[in-house]
């Protein structure tokens, strides 16, 4: 699994590798956030916008907010920010410029 | 003989109508008739009807119109009416223009005691007609005749369209392509770096050595474009946060700016949600320093 982070616009924004174990983690984690019904996704902007993992298929599920969004174009609430949380804990150090606290607070 | 008033005043409903006879058809009839001298001529008020602009929208005037009964018969009073004829701000309009003996004609055909009680539309739409009189007169005191020039060039003829779906795919394109590709108009589906195609690339995150990359790559620097779209190409902005990241913007066909932050959704908001006519004061977020304006001349610049 790969896992990254929208951060930058012109720059290449940072992406690693997620071990399998961890990955497994994540995706059971996933599939217990509480389905939306209705949700819209955030307004582009510049600054931090989010943590993303790609799935097998090579789409994007994209964590910001409180609010994921899965490659079907559903949502999924995040309480506390806990699944984009654990996301960013899976990079290794020196990957991102700066902690997961500082990065909300972009 | 009888008449139809038709209260000229909606656009899509059909406009209100009402078929007037006998009494109130001479009464009509003898409030359109022209002025005699003296008194009825109305001091200050000109004999000639003044132009009345027909497509407004709103209260437009009186249609009256004369309409054949079983018992129709020919009468005198009323004989220099046309058929048809437009009754507006105390005039009989069009053809045989001339102030109406009445000046508040159309008031009286309004009044809810007025002909257009037949219509049964009710004292509300009697009020509103009335304010809508009064407003017409003014809307022809000061109706612009003259020509206006119709703005027919677009503020950015050659700027690219402002078509968010094509970019915002949330695939291939929209995570492949940066704010580089979409300021450049040029997808390249390889999240192009300014300089990289030229083999110059950037060393570092500011604006001289971003600019110079995108100089290498064709883009021309036009610090003084002060947002004016240039004859050719379309209009690009450079900004940077210092040893952070760079960012780019485009102007658009109607002078406003858009922009593609990364991999995310081109938009045409800034950081605060507004619209953005300026990107030199734009909200934008971390990226503090304005570099310059450039030029992209189509079809000139290779990116990578």
């Not at chain 2, 997808?187 to 290498?216: F, H, W």
């Amino acid at each position: 699994m790969t896992a990254g982070v929208l951060l930058y616009s012109g720059r290449r924004d940072p992406e690693w590798t997620v071990p399998a174990e961890v990955g497994a983690g994540l995706n059971a984690a996933l599939q217990g956030l509480p389905e939306l019904a209705d949700a819209s996704p955030a307004a582009s902007r510049l600054g931090y916008r989010g943590a993303w993992v790609r799935t097998e298929d090579g789409s994007r599920v994209v964590a910001f907010n409180g609010l994921v969004r899965t490659p079907d174009g559903r949502f999924r609430t995040d309480p506390g920010r806990a699944w984009e949380r654990a996301i960013l804990e899976t990079a290794p150090a020196g990957v991102l410029p700066m902690g997961a606290d500082a990065l909300f607070a972009m | 003989m009888a008449l139809r008033i038709t209260v000229d005043i909606f656009s899509g409903r059909p406009n209100p109508s009402v078929i007037v006879t006998g009494a109130e058809e001479e009464d009509l009839l003898d409030r359109l008739s022209p002025p005699r001298r003296g008194r009825e001529a109305g001091e200050g008020r000109s004999t000639r009807a003044p132009r009345i602009p027909e497509a407004t929208l709103g209260y437009r005037g009186l249609i009256i119109e004369r309409v054949e009964t079983a018992a129709g018969r020919k009468r005198k009073r009323g004989a220099d009416l046309p058929d048809r004829v437009r009754v507006a701000a105390g005039y009989v309009v069009g053809e045989r223009s001339r102030a109406t003996r009445d000046p508040g004609v159309e008031e009286w055909v309004l009044s809810p005691r007025g002909p257009i009680r037949l219509a049964g539309l009710g004292e509300e739409f009697s009020g509103r007609a009335i304010v809508e009189v009064d407003r017409f007169r003014h809307v022809i005191d000061k109706w612009h005749w003259g020509r206006v020039k119709w703005p027919l060039r677009k503020i950015c003829a050659c700027a690219p369209l402002w078509e968010p779906g094509w970019w915002n795919d949330a695939g291939q394109v929209q995570w492949n392509n940066n704010c580089y590709n979409y300021g450049t108009n040029y997808r390249s589906d390889t999240y192009a770096q300014p300089g990289l195609a030229a083999g110059a690339m950037y060393n570092a995150i500011t604006c001289a050595e971003v600019k110079a990359g995108a100089i290498a790559d064709a883009l021309i620097d036009t610090p003084k474009a002060n947002n004016k779209c240039p004859k050719e190409g379309h209009l690009v902005a450079l900004v940077v946060g210092p040893g952070w990241d760079f960012h780019w913007y485009r102007k658009g066909r109607n002078g406003y700016w858009t922009h593609k932050p990364g991999g995310t959704q081109a938009t045409d908001r800034d950081n605060s949600g507004n619209l953005i006519p300026d990107p030199r004061t734009a909200d934008r977020g971390g990226y503090t320093d304005f570099c310059t304006f450039m030029v992209v001349m189509h079809g000139h610049v290779k990116i990578k």
